[in-house]
Nanobody, 131 residues
Framework: QVRLVESGGGSVQPGGSLRLSCAAS????????MAWFRQVPGKEREGVAA????????IYADSVKGRFTISQDNAMNTVYLQMNNLKPEDTAMYYC????????????????????????WGQGTQVTVSS
């Protein structure tokens, strides 16, 4: 069974940068899509960015466009989220997610992915942006 393991979270001042990584361990993993979500206490988990196998198309939430970049390596067994110009409102637990064996409508509709579209999840890594 695959495990998704995130790393790279931490504390940073506004305007700073962090790079999150997510590596799939275990069996060979060939997801149709990998994505990053984030969640703050009391709120729904929201899609931040996604990347799709084949096309390598990327989609971003409006709140992070121009600041965050998702990328992949090793046939999508590793995915990254480069976060620049971080803001206090980016503070959240960030989760890596994979969609294995299922199509993701976000690619077809050109919208940010929704939680139910992904079936594999990491444990999360905390990002805190504060002065």
């Amino acid at each position: 069974q695959v495990r998704l393991v995130e790393s790279g979270g931490g504390s940073v001042q506004p305007g700073g940068s962090l790079r999150l990584s997510c590596a799939a361990s275990g069996n060979t993993y060939s997801p149709n899509s990998m994505a990053w979500f984030r969640q703050v206490p009391g709120k729904e988990r929201e899609g931040v960015a996604a990347i799709f196998r084949g096309s390598l198309k990327t989609i971003y939430a409006d709140s992070v466009k121009g600041r965050f970049t998702i990328s992949q390596d090793n046939a999508m067994n590793t995915v990254y989220l480069q976060m620049n110009n971080l803001k206090p409102e980016d503070t959240a637990m960030y989760y890596c997610a994979g969609a294995l064996g299922r199509a993701v409508l976000a690619e077809l509709l050109g919208r940010v992915p929704e939680r139910h579209e992904y079936n594999d999840w990491g444990q999360g890594t905390q990002v805190t942006v504060s002065s």
